[in-house]
Antibody, heavy 125, light 108 residues
Framework: QVQLVQSGTEVKKVGASVNVSCKAS????????LHWVRQAPGQGLEWMGW????????DYAQNFQGWVTMTRDTSISTVYLDLSRLRSDDTAVYFC??????????????????WGQGTLVTVSS | SYVLTQPPSVSVAPGKTARIACGGN??????VHWYQQKPGQAPMVVIY???DRPSGIPERFSGSNSGNTATLTISRVAAADEADYYC???????????FGGGTKLTVL
């Protein structure tokens, strides 16, 4: 069965960096894009961007460009989310989520069919 | 960028019908997906492509989309349906995903 298993809770200081992982299993890793979604405490879902595990190509939401990096390691079917220069308002749960590959095409009908369990990142001063 | 607007909260008595709206400019020309999120859990899709239900989702969940509004309808609401619900689309101008702000469904 398809599973996305994320790394555990992180506690960081303001200005530090953090790396969150998402290990995929139960399907062909390179066949689907993996997205990251942020949820601040008591707030809604915010789409951060995606990575194509096949090519390593990425696309980030404007709010996250310049300080978020998504990478992958195909040998272990894992994608990573690197957050740099953390601020206190980056405290949130970060989810990875799977969606069909969509390169330069119409992604309208593509939805997030599997999600990781979420990783809480707490940023304190 | 594209904006999706949802009411912050909807309340409904058990056994009644809940309707959760999602508004956006010409939303009817897009495919809308709906996610349910219970406290401490990851979101889960309950409706995709406006009105399709994934396997395992009860028939009580249905969706529609026309004009500037998409609607998630939950019939015969049960206590277990109490959750946050989010609509989501793909914005063709940016090629990015967009979520609505979410609606908290309370079962009275």
């Amino acid at each position: 069965q398809v599973q996305l298993v994320q790394s555990g809770t992180e506690v960081k200081k303001v200005g530090a960096s953090v790396n969150v992982s998402c290990k995929a299993s139960g399907y062909i890793f390179t066949g689907f894009y993996l997205h990251w979604v942020r949820q601040a405490p008591g707030q809604g879902l915010e789409w951060m961007g995606w990575i194509n595990p096949n090519s390593g190509d990425t696309d980030y939401a404007q709010n996250f460009q310049g300080w978020v990096t998504m990478t992958r390691d195909t040998s272990i079917s894992t994608v990573y989310l690197d957050l740099s220069r953390l601020r206190s308002d980056d405290t949130a749960v970060y989810f990875c989520a799977r969606a069909p590959s969509c390169s330069g095409g119409n992604c309208q009908k593509h939805y997030f069919d599997y999600w990781g369990q979420g990783t809480l990142v707490t940023v304190s001063s | 960028s594209y904006v999706l607007t949802q009411p912050p909260s909807v309340s409904v008595a058990p056994g009644k019908t809940a309707r959760i709206a999602c508004g956006g400019n010409n939303l009817g020309t897009k495919s809308v997906h709906w996610y349910q999120q219970k406290p401490g859990q990851a979101p889960m899709v309950v409706i995709y492509d406006d009105s399709d239900r994934p396997s395992g989702i009860p028939e009580r969940f249905s969706g529609s989309n026309s004009g500037n509004t998409a609607t998630l309808t939950i019939s015969r609401v049960a206590a277990a349906d109490e959750a946050d619900y989010y609509c989501q689309v793909w914005d063709s101008s940016t090629e990015h995903r967009v979520f609505g702000g979410g609606t908290k469904l309370t079962v009275l």
